[in-house]
């Protein structure tokens, strides 16, 4: 029995090692010591000692830094599903997604037939000052050709990726020329913007699409608010579906805009991690404008802040499915060689006293990251009374509406997933990415007649004289996906929608992409109808 006490306990003890120590710098300072087998301590330093053992005794040369690698991450998975090792290739990549920039040449590109093609270059970046554009081909890197098998994307963001002030050799092919052609790019500082679109849906509705929160996201809501303002704007639309999470003092200072002084916003609480209030100062500049807010099941951490907030408060109102139900805070740990770890410290828990994290069980981290097709089998996504409501945990917000804990943010309107058009074939061709081929190759044969349109109702009037649809079945067909007729015909709405999406993704940007789709989006149309009808007071749904 006691063995087994000791056993549970054995993971919390290793990693709070190596948050206070445990490096791999560290394992090789070791090295010099006089350890031996027979006099291992019973407590976290054995893992240093066994490690050095192992350097210095065993029978074959090993690689000790393959095996820090893969033992790191199982010292952690018996803990909690969100602590975690990042290994120093993958942290430098999430550090970017949190800065919100990275040092690059300054293109979008997407990989078609072992080909690194350009689909978008980056208003004043270093590609665009050297003359680079749209729909160029990178065939070679620094004088080596780049081309073939060896082209992934890790590969490509590898060569293009560098210190600031850096310089590369890109040769290009030109379609439109057809011919190739030199260029020496300096990289600079790239923005990752995080608020993927900002404009009015009607005379007096704006809208906002935030794809994660990092350190630049306030700032760039802020002057998306500006610009709203400036038009009009009287109900905003705060679109979170999607959106992974970031940082949780930037979500902090979000909702802060929207709520007047002396509002609980969140507060974390943890066994060595004292309780921590975070509330709004009343210096907001959107604190009466009628807001909605719009989460899915993929809606995580800070998306899961700023909609529970403005739940809680009844602030405004949130229209969606179930979030995905993540309420642990990590704490970052860096080691010398450039990996680290994130420690799971406190949970947060939102104004009306419910933590959203879901269950989970330790060691089950597969079962837990499954828990998403659950759902979906479940039927959650197209029946609100699908949802497994915890009646024991039952909270209210600061007006009185009854809340749920358990997991999740559950929205005050639920939005069943738009299944109308889907069958086996569209699936097929969504999953295949033939569209994004089919639109790029397209546009690329185009792009001279495209680019004379200054706007994507013009690009549509112009696609719709031709038979897209049509020519991108028979693009699947010569691919590999068989026609289908009955099929295509009860799915040709939706073909042609995420169809003309790509193109106008290709032709334009991300923005009018989304614009696009907001047309006939369930959701969007949703949220600007409670705002016109009781200016999203939740009250009203009573």
């Known amino acids: 029995m006691e063995e087994k006490k000791n056993n549970r306990f054995l993971p919390l003890i290793i990693a ?55 033992t790191m991450p199982l010292i952690l998975k018996d803990l909690d599903p969100h602590s975690a090792y990042i290994p120093a290739k993958e942290q430098q990549e999430a550090n970017e997604q949190i800065e919100g920039s990275f040092s690059g040449i300054g293109v979008q590109f997407m990989i078609n037939k072992d080909t690194v093609n350009v689909v978008r270059i980056i208003p004043g970046g270093p590609s665009e000052k050297v003359g680079m554009i749209a729909g160029d081909r990178i065939i070679a890197v620094d004088d080596s050709a780049f081309v073939g098998k060896i082209v992934t994307n890790d590969n490509t963001m590898k060569r293009l990726k560098g210190p600031k002030g850096s310089t590369v050799k890109l040769t290009v092919y030109r379609p439109a020329l057809k011919k190739n052609m030199d260029f020496t790019v300096t990289r600079g500082d790239i923005p990752i913007k995080s608020i993927d679109a900002c404009y009015m849906i009607d005379n007096e509705t704006g809208y906002i699409k935030i794809n994660s929160f990092s350190l630049t996201t306030y700032e760039e809501m802020l002057g998306c608010i500006a610009e709203l303002k400036h038009k009009n704007c009287k109900g905003l639309v705060i679109d979170l579906r999607s959106n992974p999470g970031g940082v949780m003092e930037i979500a902090v200072r979000m909702v802060n805009e929207f709520l007047p002084a002396g509002k609980l916003i969140v507060y974390t609480e943890g066994r060595n991690s004292p309780k921590k209030e975070y509330f709004s100062d009343g210096y907001g500049s959107c604190q009466d404008m009628p807001l909605t807010v719009l989460i899915n099941e993929s809606s995580a951490s800070a998306s899961e802040i700023f909609s529970g907030a403005i739940q809680d408060n009844d602030r405004g109102v949130v229209i969606g499915r179930r979030s995905f139900g993540k309420g642990l805070v990590q704490q970052p740990v860096d080691f010398n060689d450039g990996s680290g770890v994130r420690i799971t410290i406190a949970r947060y828990f939102i104004p009306s006293g419910r933590c959203i994290q879901r269950e989970y069980e330790k060691g089950h981290k597969e079962e837990y990251e499954l828990d998403i097709l659950d759902r979906y089998n479940h039927g959650e996504f197209f029946s609100k009374d699908s949802i497994k409501i915890d009646s024991t945990l039952v909270y209210k917000t600061s007006k009185g509406r009854t809340v749920y804990g358990g997991g999740g943010v559950i929205p005050d309107i639920f939005i069943a997933q738009d299944t109308v058009g889907y069958t086996s074939y569209l699936g097929q061709v969504n999953a295949s990415g033939l569209i994004n081929r089919f639109s790029l190759e397209l546009t690329d044969r185009n792009r001279e007649t495209f680019d004379k349109f200054e706007t994507p109702e013009e690009l549509i009037k112009y696609l719709n004289r031709n038979n897209i649809v049509e020519d991108f079945v028979r693009y699947a067909d010569k691919e590999g996906i068989k026609r289908r007729n009955l099929l295509i015909r009860k799915s040709y709405n939706a073909l042609k929608r995420n169809i003309y999406a790509s193109i106008i993704y290709d032709v334009f940007d991300m923005q009018e992409l989304i614009r696009y789709l907001n047309q006939d989006d369930k959701e969007v149309i949703k949220a600007v109808k409670i705002i016109k009808e009781n200016g999203a007071d939740p009250m009203m749904l009573q």
Not at 34 to 54: E, G, M, P, Q, V
């Open 16 to 70: 709070v090692s190596i948050v206070f120590g445990i490096a791999v710098g560290f394992f090789y300072a070791a090295k010099g010591n006089n350890t031996d087998a027979s006099r291992i301590s019973y407590s976290s330093n054995k893992i240093n000692a066994l490690l050095n053992i192992i350097e210095r005794q065993y029978v074959d040369t090993v690689d000790m830094n393959e095996i820090i690698e893969q």
